[in-house]
């Protein structure tokens, strides 16, 4: 088959744009690779396209599960995205992969192995006693999974969970049901073209600043008042995500509006920092400083042409 194209890198580096850009050039559809865009009714947080956007290239993989889903899964996002995939094969339209969400680009790219032991009894209990003391449920998962201890943030409950279940069921850590990368990358699941975008520290702390401005001024504080007043309650995954969790703390009275706009800035440079840490492990990424982004675009659109569309057809 014609090889994907992933166009992939840390936030606010114009990867939607040069998705956008590339699709209604050549054609193709978009395949979001973002694991908030999948939920309905968070929209501004995870800069979905917009109306205008999904009608000019297609896109997928957006609004398929509502925030209170627990089930959702990576397995269930690859099986997903092979669906996707497989209908897009099948209609001879040229898959475009965007986002920055690695584990999930890992999902529908690698071979890595999601075939993981589950029980939701155990899984709701250990969901209570991380509630119960966070710091100690995560320092008990750490110690008896040290690669996910280092890899895994506190706050993110739901792999922190799902870590200490695998190891309670299966007696080993879940770190070790993935191959090794580089064993991975020898068993892609599909041919890839890899383009990541991304540009210098400063400016790029200072575009993610500027994002979150945006997101404010279009009405993130409102979106999240929505979806609070639906009645989804803060503990869910999919309501811990970046900005989300900031901005619920201060409709809690916890913080506030400026701290949590603040926090909101400093935990998407971390991110960031961590999506860069991630995609740069990949040799086979062909990368592109989108600093001055008008004279970047003209390399990536060049570089695609000649490794993706150089038959002039998909």
Same mark, same amino acid.
């Given at each position: 088959?014609?090889?994907?194209? @992933?166009?992939?890198?840390?936030?606010?580096?114009?990867?939607? !744009?040069?998705?956008?850009?590339?699709?209604?050039?050549?054609?193709?559809?978009?395949?979001?690779?973002?694991?908030?865009?999948?939920?309905?009714?968070?929209?501004?947080?995870?800069?979905?396209?917009?109306?205008? $956007?999904?009608?000019?290239?297609?896109?997928?993989?957006? =609004?398929?599960?509502?925030?209170?889903?627990?089930? /959702?899964?990576?397995?269930? /996002?690859?099986?997903?995205?092979? $669906?996707?995939?497989?209908?897009?094969?099948?209609?001879?339209?040229?898959?475009?992969?965007?986002?920055? *969400?690695?584990?999930?680009?890992?999902?529908?790219? $690698?071979?890595?192995?999601?075939?993981?032991? &589950?029980?939701?009894?155990?899984?709701?209990?250990?969901?209570? !006693?991380?509630?119960?003391?966070?710091?100690? /449920?995560?320092?008990?998962?750490?110690?008896?999974?040290?690669? &996910?201890?280092?890899?895994?943030?506190?706050? =993110?409950?739901?792999?922190?969970?799902?870590?200490?279940?695998? /190891?309670?069921?299966?007696?080993?850590?879940?770190?070790?049901?993935?191959?090794?990368? *580089?064993?991975?990358?020898?068993?892609?699941?599909?041919?890839?073209?890899?383009?990541?975008?991304?540009?210098?520290?400063?400016?790029?702390?200072?575009?993610?600043?500027?994002?979150?401005?945006?997101?404010?001024?279009?009405?993130?504080?409102?979106?999240?008042?929505?979806?609070?007043?639906?009645?989804?309650?803060?503990? @869910?995954?999919?309501?811990?995500?970046?900005?989300?969790?900031?901005? @619920?703390?201060?409709? !809690?009275?916890?913080?506030?509006?400026?701290?949590?706009?603040?926090?909101?800035?400093? *935990?998407?440079?971390?991110?960031?920092?961590?999506?860069?840490?991630?995609?740069?492990?990949?040799?086979?990424?062909?990368?592109?400083?989108?600093?001055?982004?008008?004279?970047?675009?003209?390399?990536? $659109?060049?570089?695609?042409?000649?490794?993706?569309?150089?038959?002039?057809?998909?």
């Amino acid at each position: 088959m014609r090889s994907l194209l @992933l166009i992939c890198g840390p936030t606010a580096c114009h990867k939607s !744009e040069t998705a956008l850009r590339i699709g209604g050039r050549w054609g193709g559809e978009i395949l979001s690779i973002d694991s908030v865009a999948v939920y309905r009714g968070m929209d501004i947080g995870s800069a979905k396209p917009d109306r205008a $956007e999904r009608k000019r290239v297609p896109h997928h993989l957006i =609004d398929i599960v509502e925030p209170d889903d627990r089930s /959702f899964s990576v397995a269930a /996002f690859q099986k997903a995205a092979d $669906e996707v995939l497989a209908d897009l094969v099948r209609r001879n339209v040229q898959p475009i992969l965007v986002g920055g *969400s690695g584990l999930y680009c890992d999902a529908v790219l $690698e071979d890595m192995g999601y075939a993981l032991p &589950s029980d939701a009894a155990l899984r709701k209990q250990l969901e209570a !006693e991380y509630d119960a003391d966070s710091r100690l /449920f995560f320092d008990q998962m750490a110690k008896d999974d040290v690669p &996910s201890g280092e890899k895994l943030h506190l706050n =993110d409950k739901k792999r922190v969970v799902r870590a200490r279940e695998v /190891f309670l069921l299966s007696g080993k850590p879940f770190s070790s049901f993935n191959q090794a990368y *580089s064993a991975a990358q020898r068993n892609s699941r599909y041919p890839a073209i890899r383009v990541g975008l991304t540009m210098p520290r400063e400016k790029l702390y200072a575009a993610i600043d500027a994002r979150v401005d945006r997101m404010m001024e279009q009405g993130l504080l409102n979106e999240v008042k929505g979806l609070r007043d639906k009645g989804y309650d803060r503990r @869910l995954p999919a309501m811990q995500a970046i900005g989300y969790a900031q901005l @619920l703390s201060f409709l !809690e009275g916890e913080v506030t509006l400026d701290a949590a706009v603040d926090a909101i800035k400093r *935990s998407t440079r971390q991110f960031a920092k961590r999506q860069l840490t991630w995609f740069r492990r990949d040799e086979r990424i062909r990368w592109f400083d989108c600093a001055d982004y008008g004279a970047a675009y003209e390399q990536i $659109e060049e570089y695609v042409r000649e490794t993706v569309f150089h038959d002039g057809c998909i």
